[in-house]
C-alpha cells in the first residue's frame, strides 16, 4: 500500500483560498482523469466539500507523486501552485489512513460530530468508481472509512461534542437566544435544494418557523423539498417555491435567509440585501454556507444585518468544547487504523501465497505423470492413492509456512515477507502480478491453489 493525500482545508487555508480552489463536479471528474493518467498514480479519488479539497492516490513513488498530486490540485482549482503550496497538508500511508477515518468520525470537521461529511466521502466514492479511478486499495479505504464513521456515531455521542454545521449557524445567528424561541413565528427564505439546504429548511421548520419558502435553479427539486416538508406526519410548515428571479422580493418579507448553492458566482450581492432593508423594523439574519460564498460579505458593513459566514462559523467552531466522546473516537481510528493496515499487509502477501501452491500444484501433476511413465501398471486405485498422499504431504509442509507468513506480514513492517518469499521458492514476477490483478480472496487460497 503507498496510499498518499494531498490537500488542503479550513485547518490549512483560510476561506478566501478555499473559496477560489473549491471544484465543480465537473472539474473532479477531469481532475480524477488527470490523476490517472500521470506516472506515479495508479488509482485517485477526489473529496470535495465546502471546507476541505483533498486529493487521494495509491502512488508507487513518494515525492514524485506529492509534487504530481499538487501540481494537478493547482491546475483544476486555478490556484497558482507557487500560492497554494504553503497551504496543502501531506499524509502517508498508515497517517493517510488515519486523516480519512478521523474526517470520517468528524474529528477534522469546522463543528467536530458533523455527520454530513459521511454523504461526501460516499459521494466521492460513487465518483471514483463511476470514473473507474477508484482501483482495490481506495475502495477498500474510503468503505471502510464509511464503517468506521458509523462505528463513531453509534458507539458513542460525538454528535453531542458538537453540532452539525446548519444548528451551530443557526444558533450564531441567535446570538445566545435558543434557536426554538428566536426562530418561533418567523419567515424564512432557503435558497438552494441539496443536502445542505434541505437539512437547513427542515431544522427551520422544527424550530418553529411559520414559513419556509425555497429558491432554486431547478424547480423540481425545490417543489420536492416543500413536499417533504408539508408532507402527512412532517414539520406542518407551511411551504411554497418561488423561481430565483424573485429572490429580491422575498427578501422583503424574509426574518432569516440561509443559503448554499453550487453558484460559482454570488447569488445575493450587497445591493440587493440593502434594497431589502428599505422599510424593514426588524434585523435581517442571512447564513451563508456555501464555499463559493453565495452572499456578499460587504453585507457586513449594512445596518440591521446580521450575516453567518463558513469563516465566521469557523471561527466561533474553535470554541466549542471537546466532550470525553470526542477521545473515545480516537481511540475508535487509532484501533481501526491499526486494523486496515494489518488488512492491506496481509492482502499485499495473498497473491503469493496462491502463485506458490499453484507452483507446488504443477509440481505434484508433473511427478504423477512422470510417475505413470515409469510405472503404467499402476491400477486406478493405486495411482489415486500414491497422487492423494503426494499431495497431503505437500499441503502439511506448506500448511505452517503459509499461515505463519501472512500472521508476519500483517504485522508493521511485514511488506518484505512477500519478496523474501518470491526470493526463496523463485516464483515468477509476472504469475504474482497476474494473480494480484485477479482479486485474490482467503478461499483462493485454500481452493485455486490447493495441490
Given at each position: 500500500m503507498s496510499l498518499l493525500v494531498v490537500g488542503l482545508s479550513h485547518r490549512s487555508a483560510p476561506v478566501s483560498v478555499l473559496e477560489r480552489a473549491s471544484l465543480s463536479a465537473e472539474t473532479q471528474g477531469k481532475l480524477l482523469q488527470d490523476a490517472l493518467a500521470a506516472e506515479p498514480t495508479a488509482e485517485a479519488a477526489v473529496l470535495a466539500t465546502c471546507n476541505r479539497i483533498e486529493l487521494y492516490a495509491d502512488v508507487d513513488k513518494f515525492?514524485?507523486?506529492?509534487?504530481?498530486?499538487?501540481?494537478?490540485?493547482?491546475?483544476?482549482?486555478?490556484?497558482?501552485?507557487?500560492?497554494?503550496?504553503?497551504?496543502?497538508?501531506?499524509?502517508?500511508?498508515?497517517?493517510?489512513?488515519h486523516h480519512l477515518f478521523s474526517v470520517a468520525c468528524g474529528l477534522d470537521s469546522m463543528v467536530v460530530g458533523e455527520g454530513q461529511i459521511l454523504g461526501q466521502i460516499k459521494d466521492s466514492l460513487a465518483l471514483g468508481q463511476e470514473l473507474h479511478s477508484a482501483g482495490r486499495l481506495l475502495n477498500d479505504l474510503f468503505q471502510q472509512s464509511l464503517r468506521v464513521g458509523k462505528r463513531a456515531h453509534s458507539e458513542t455521542g460525538i454528535d453531542r461534542a458538537g453540532q452539525s454545521l446548519v444548528t451551530f449557524g443557526l444558533e450564531q445567528?441567535?446570538?445566545?437566544?435558543?434557536?426554538?424561541?428566536?426562530a418561533a413565528g418567523r419567515s424564512a427564505l432557503v435558497i438552494g435544494a441539496g443536502s445542505m439546504s434541505s437539512l437547513a429548511a427542515a431544522t427551520l421548520a422544527r424550530a418553529g418557523v411559520a414559513e419556509v419558502v425555497v429558491a432554486n435553479r431547478t424547480p423540481g427539486r425545490a417543489e420536492r423539498l416543500v413536499q417533504i416538508l408539508t408532507e402527512p406526519g412532517g414539520t406542518g410548515v407551511r411551504a411554497?417555491?418561488?423561481?430565483?428571479?424573485?429572490?429580491?422580493?422575498?427578501?422583503?418579507?424574509?426574518?432569516?435567509?440561509?443559503s448554499c448553492t453550487g453558484a460559482t458566482g454570488l447569488v445575493l450581492g450587497a445591493a440587493a440585501v440593502e434594497a431589502a432593508l428599505d422599510g424593514r423594523e426588524e434585523p435581517l439574519a442571512l447564513l451563508d454556507l456555501a464555499m463559493p460564498r453565495d452572499i456578499d460579505a460587504a453585507v457586513h458593513r449594512l445596518d440591521g444585518v446580521r450575516l453567518v459566514d463558513i469563516e465566521s462559523l469557523a471561527g466561533a467552531s474553535a470554541d466549542v468544547p471537546m466532550a470525553a466522546d470526542v477521545d473515545r473516537v480516537r481511540a475508535i481510528v487509532a484501533a481501526e487504523v491499526a486494523a486496515f493496515g494489518a488488512a492491506q499487509r496481509a492482502a499485499h502477501i495473498t497473491?503469493?501465497?496462491?502463485?506458490?501452491?499453484?507452483?507446488?500444484?504443477?509440481?505434484?501433476?508433473?511427478e504423477i505423470a512422470r510417475l505413470d511413465g515409469r510405472l503404467?501398471?499402476?491400477?486406478?486405485?493405486?495411482?489415486t492413492e500414491v497422487a492423494r498422499t503426494v499431495r497431503r504431504v505437500v499441503d502439511k509442509l506448506l500448511h505452517a509456512p503459509t499461515v505463519r507468513i501472512k500472521q508476519l506480514a500483517a504485522e508493521p513492517g511485514g511488506a518484505g515477507y512477500a519478496d523474501a518469499l518470491r526470493t526463496l521458492f523463485d516464483l515468477d514476477p509476472e504469475t504474482v502480478a497476474s494473480v494480484s490483478r485477479a482479486d485474490v480472496t482467503d478461499a483462493d487460497i485454500k481452493n485455486r491453489g490447493r495441490v
Amino acid at each position: 500500500m503507498s496510499l498518499l493525500v494531498v490537500g488542503l482545508s479550513h485547518r490549512s487555508a483560510p476561506v478566501s483560498v478555499l473559496e477560489r480552489a473549491s471544484l465543480s463536479a465537473e472539474t473532479q471528474g477531469k481532475l480524477l482523469q488527470d490523476a490517472l493518467a500521470a506516472e506515479p498514480t495508479a488509482e485517485a479519488a477526489v473529496l470535495a466539500t465546502c471546507n476541505r479539497i483533498e486529493l487521494y492516490a495509491d502512488v508507487d513513488k513518494f515525492h514524485a507523486g506529492v509534487a504530481e498530486l499538487s501540481t494537478l490540485l493547482s491546475q483544476h482549482s486555478g490556484v497558482g501552485l507557487e500560492e497554494l503550496t504553503p497551504y496543502l497538508y501531506v499524509h502517508y500511508e498508515d497517517r493517510a489512513v488515519h486523516h480519512l477515518f478521523s474526517v470520517a468520525c468528524g474529528l477534522d470537521s469546522m463543528v467536530v460530530g458533523e455527520g454530513q461529511i459521511l454523504g461526501q466521502i460516499k459521494d466521492s466514492l460513487a465518483l471514483g468508481q463511476e470514473l473507474h479511478s477508484a482501483g482495490r486499495l481506495l475502495n477498500d479505504l474510503f468503505q471502510q472509512s464509511l464503517r468506521v464513521g458509523k462505528r463513531a456515531h453509534s458507539e458513542t455521542g460525538i454528535d453531542r461534542a458538537g453540532q452539525s454545521l446548519v444548528t451551530f449557524g443557526l444558533e450564531q445567528l441567535a446570538d445566545g437566544t435558543p434557536t426554538g424561541e428566536w426562530a418561533a413565528g418567523r419567515s424564512a427564505l432557503v435558497i438552494g435544494a441539496g443536502s445542505m439546504s434541505s437539512l437547513a429548511a427542515a431544522t427551520l421548520a422544527r424550530a418553529g418557523v411559520a414559513e419556509v419558502v425555497v429558491a432554486n435553479r431547478t424547480p423540481g427539486r425545490a417543489e420536492r423539498l416543500v413536499q417533504i416538508l408539508t408532507e402527512p406526519g412532517g414539520t406542518g410548515v407551511r411551504a411554497r417555491t418561488v423561481d430565483m428571479a424573485s429572490v429580491g422580493g422575498e427578501l422583503t418579507r424574509a426574518d432569516v435567509v440561509v443559503s448554499c448553492t453550487g453558484a460559482t458566482g454570488l447569488v445575493l450581492g450587497a445591493a440587493a440585501v440593502e434594497a431589502a432593508l428599505d422599510g424593514r423594523e426588524e434585523p435581517l439574519a442571512l447564513l451563508d454556507l456555501a464555499m463559493p460564498r453565495d452572499i456578499d460579505a460587504a453585507v457586513h458593513r449594512l445596518d440591521g444585518v446580521r450575516l453567518v459566514d463558513i469563516e465566521s462559523l469557523a471561527g466561533a467552531s474553535a470554541d466549542v468544547p471537546m466532550a470525553a466522546d470526542v477521545d473515545r473516537v480516537r481511540a475508535i481510528v487509532a484501533a481501526e487504523v491499526a486494523a486496515f493496515g494489518a488488512a492491506q499487509r496481509a492482502a499485499h502477501i495473498t497473491p503469493t501465497v496462491v502463485a506458490l501452491r499453484a507452483m507446488a500444484a504443477d509440481v505434484v501433476a508433473g511427478e504423477i505423470a512422470r510417475l505413470d511413465g515409469r510405472l503404467p501398471g499402476l491400477d486406478e486405485r493405486q495411482r489415486t492413492e500414491v497422487a492423494r498422499t503426494v499431495r497431503r504431504v505437500v499441503d502439511k509442509l506448506l500448511h505452517a509456512p503459509t499461515v505463519r507468513i501472512k500472521q508476519l506480514a500483517a504485522e508493521p513492517g511485514g511488506a518484505g515477507y512477500a519478496d523474501a518469499l518470491r526470493t526463496l521458492f523463485d516464483l515468477d514476477p509476472e504469475t504474482v502480478a497476474s494473480v494480484s490483478r485477479a482479486d485474490v480472496t482467503d478461499a483462493d487460497i485454500k481452493n485455486r491453489g490447493r495441490v
